[in-house]
């Protein structure tokens, strides 16, 4: 890096002799030259561990912050996009650079990010978490307002619909903002496959994150409060489970679901080696043997995994932990009064939704306030020729995508073709 | 940060207020599938039909129930039928749920008394249903309550499941919930009919009411839907048997799906299935008494016959047509028949006349059972047979042209 370009940064803070570089000094000039020669081992560029496709790049970003730039250069080769670099942390002199495509992400926002940027004054930047909750509009919210991802082509794709990225060295992650809230429904896979099964998993996506949120309060609530909602046969099969179950229902979910956490979070930290017996324990010890030993009712051991299994969908981890504490919060309110409670949690939950903003945008913006030409690319994902604008409310001045009109022709040309010679005759 | 605390200390109040008040495991509940109602005003003894869910399925700890009764019935006593529900108490250890309840009894004696005070207990209070499929005993609901319909589990449930089978199968019995009734009886008519049910077979019908009889391929005795029980006002008046019900099925329009056979001149038969009827029934006033013009369609296919005729031209089928009108057209007149011996108004025709003619309704409404027994009736038949089936000409008629 040649200091030169960096003149903005104080030189008391960006000190080249601790960040690798050789300096030139010539005599009788004022200036010096720096000339990065870092050397030492890097990781190489991987499959992502956790953010997977079948269908698409499997090169994921590394710790060091030169190879994810020139990846992300290589899908974008613009000279719009621009790497602007800030270096944050007193000891940690960690360099972080915002990237954006000039043009298309909304001047404003830049402007945002990179005084929010400025305005950290901390010893330490060891990883995106960092960054994201320095700069992040709600700091007391459950829900995040940065999307984080350790694939190229899904900051390469944000950058294109407007958003900028954050990248940190020394941690594969980078920031992506302004986001609303359906961007942690989509997956970068949604775009590589085609868009009628991608719609059907958008579906899913959202069906599995009302189901982790409430599937095991609304069973409280209904086998509790509101049993007449239950089919008759239904109740009865559940009241015949309960027979002889020890442990009020509200209290049996509480435990289940607790019992769940703790194996998960043993799934974790477990040396890959002995991670299998993790499985056994959940499956067997704590499924089967439970509710053969009459601790818990089998329905609600179908619940508690059925949830837990709803939550793995989500796609990004930040939206799926922040449902997993809602949960426990609706599962008391269900617990004490019903589906009353449940409304009680629920409408508060979405108010709070509303309110919430991300540098600026609506966190539910296509929805509220309603925008009708990015329906496109939500509920249901559109066929690409047909994406003609990127999402109004995170892009800038340049709307269009591409060209309109560009629905395949398919064989009806190649038909044309061949029949225009026979007219003619 | 106050709105905070605020928020936070209402929320927690909240809770700790509310405390679980209403709250009923499953396993406190007795989910009562169907009640009975016996006695008169004054002293009536309601039974209960409740089920053991440790009986069903698989249900975890407790393990399969197998040769255990799905059921328990009790009944208990008191000047009121909430003051007998309240007695349960003292004999049962759980709450009695009745929103699920499928099918209510009235015994033979309360139906003759009077059932107004059933009727307001069900819509007074939420917990009781006026869905539920009413039902009268061939003599005490509480003995009815005790008898088991295999091979279903749930007898409450499984009478509910034969009303509405036999609606949609024979349609000879009304299906007649507790509004519905309350709404008829309540009408200008005043009138409603309640299918009744009593023990089938002469067998000991004791043995019904223990789980032995799964075991046994043909039980000695069964319940089964038997009569009409004819209700005017709230009570119960006379009872008409399986043909009468059914004329009256095609009068009220409640024939959805039935089968239908004749005798055709030369002793040879057939069966029509009957796959819709339309029957519209308005009275018309005339110069002295008022007629009822009955205008019924019905589509139907062939689907049993020995007859002669040539099924497979028009004129074959047309005569079919005519013997299966001629079937429905006698069913009706007897039907009629019966209501007007009965003098009682089964077929809501006051109400349509007080719709019609409000003016003459009100000279009517004193002397209405005496007008309409003197009404006349004018029966329009028209049957359109859609199918012969998968066969043309009859079997019979086959074997004849190979001789």
């Known amino acids: 890096m040649v200091a030169g370009r960096t003149s903005r940064i104080p030189s008391r803070r960006y000190c080249p002799k601790v960040s690798g570089s050789a300096v030139i000094v010539l005599d009788g000039i004022q200036s010096a030259l720096a000339v990065s020669i870092t050397g030492g081992t890097r990781r190489s560029v991987e499959e992502p561990s956790s953010q997977t496709v079948i269908r698409g790049p499997k090169e994921g970003f590394t710790e060091d912050i030169s190879i994810n730039i020139t990846l992300i250069r290589r899908k974008l080769r613009t000279p719009d996009l621009k790497f602007e670099s800030h270096i944050i942390g007193k000891v940690t002199q960690t360099t972080v650079i915002l990237a954006y495509i000039e043009g298309i992400a909304d001047p404003e926002v830049v402007q945002e990010v990179t005084r929010r940027l400025q305005s950290i004054d901390t010893d330490s930047i060891l990883e995106s978490g960092y960054i994201e909750e320095f700069i992040q509009d709600a700091p007391l919210t459950p829900f995040p307002t940065m999307l984080n991802s350790e694939r190229p082509d899904t900051v390469a794709g944000s950058l294109l619909d407007g958003q900028v990225a954050i990248l940190i060295d020394g941690t594969p992650f980078a920031l992506i903002a302004p986001v609303t809230f359906f961007n942690f429904f989509q997956t970068a896979e949604n775009y590589y496959q085609r868009y009628d099964i991608s719609t059907f998993l958008r579906g899913v996506r959202l069906l599995s994150f009302l189901v982790s949120l409430l599937l095991p309060s609304v069973f409280i609530a209904l086998t509790t409060f509101q049993q007449e909602m239950i089919p008759t046969t239904l109740l009865v099969t559940l009241a015949a489970q309960r027979e002889g179950a020890p442990f009020p229902a509200l209290l049996e979910a509480l435990l289940m679901e607790l019992t769940f956490e703790v194996i998960r979070e043993a799934g974790v930290r477990m040396p890959r080696a002995i991670g299998p017996a993790i499985s056994i324990v959940g499956a067997l010890v704590i499924g089967q043997a439970a509710v053969e030993a009459g601790l818990v009712s089998g329905a609600m051991v179908i619940v508690v995994a059925f949830t837990a299994i709803s939550n793995f969908v989500i796609p990004y981890f930040s939206m799926a932990a922040s449902i997993r504490l809602l949960r426990f919060i609706l599962m008391l309110l269900a617990g004490t009064l019903g589906l009353f409670g449940i409304l009680a949690g629920v409408i508060p939950i979405l108010a709070h939704l509303v309110s919430l903003k991300s540098f600026g945008v609506d966190y539910l913006m296509p929805y509220s306030p309603f925008y009708k030409s990015n329906m496109k690319d939500l509920l249901i994902r559109v066929p690409w020729w047909a994406m003609k604008t990127r999402p109004n409310e995170k892009s800038g001045p340049n709307k269009t995508r591409q060209a309109p009109h560009q629905f395949p022709a398919g064989s009806d040309n190649i038909i044309n073709r061949i029949n225009k010679p026979d007219t003619q005759d | ?403």
């Open chain 2, 1 to 403: 940060m106050r709105r905070c605390r605020v928020l936070a200390i209402s929320l927690i109040a909240g809770l700790i207020l509310a405390g679980c008040g209403n709250r009923t495991e499953m396993n406190e509940l007795g989910i009562t599938t169907a009640t009975g109602f016996d006695g008169h005003k004054g002293n009536w003894t309601v039974t209960y039909q409740v089920i053991t869910p440790s009986a069903i399925g698989s249900g975890g700890a407790s393990g399969g129930g197998g040769s255990q009764a799905a059921i328990h019935t009790f009944s208990t006593q008191g000047k009121t039928i909430r003051e007998a529900v309240a007695a349960s108490s003292l004999e049962n250890p759980r709450r009695l749920y009745f929103a699920h309840t499928n099918t209510v009894f009235i015994g033979k004696q309360a139906a003759e008394d009077g059932i107004a005070e059933i009727i307001d207990n069900y819509y007074r209070n939420p917990d009781a249903r006026q869905t539920v499929k009413v039902f009268i005993a061939d003599g005490e609901a509480r003995t009815y309550l005790k008898k088991l319909i295999p091979p279903e589990k749930f007898p409450g449930q499984a009478l509910a499941k034969i009303l509405q089978k036999n609606k949609q199968m024979s349609s000879v019995y009304p299906s007649v919930s507790i509004h519905e009734l309350a709404l008829k009886i309540s009408s200008d008519s005043g009138a409603a009919g309640v299918p009744e049910i009593s023990i089938k077979g002469g067998g000991d019908s004791e043995k019904l009411e223990s789980m032995d009889i799964f075991n046994q391929t043909t039980p000695a005795s069964k319940l089964s839907l038997s009569r009409l029980s004819i209700f005017s006002k709230d009570k119960k008046v006379a009872s008409l048997n399986q043909k009468e019900s059914k004329a009256l099925s095609w009068l009220t329009n409640q024939v959805d799906t039935t089968t239908l056979s004749n005798e055709g001149e030369h002793a040879d038969l057939s069966a029509y299935l009957i796959r819709k009827a339309k029957v519209k029934v308005t009275p018309v006033k005339g110069p002295q008494r008022y007629t009822l013009k009955v205008n019924a369609k019905v589509i139907g296919e062939l689907v049993e016959t020995t007859t002669d005729e040539a099924i497979s031209t028009p004129q074959g089928m047309n005569r079919l047509q005519q013997q299966a009108e001629e079937v429905i057209e006698a069913q009706i007149r007897e039907g009629w028949e019966d209501v007007q011996k009965l003098k009682i108004d089964l077929l809501g025709i006051a109400n349509k006349i007080h719709r019609k003619y409000p003016q003459d309704w009100r000279q009517l409404k004193g002397k209405w059972p005496d007008e309409m027994a003197n009404m006349d009736i004018d029966i329009n038949v028209k049957v359109n047979i859609r199918r012969p089936g998968l066969f043309q000409n009859s079997f019979s008629k086959l074997l004849e042209t190979e001789q």
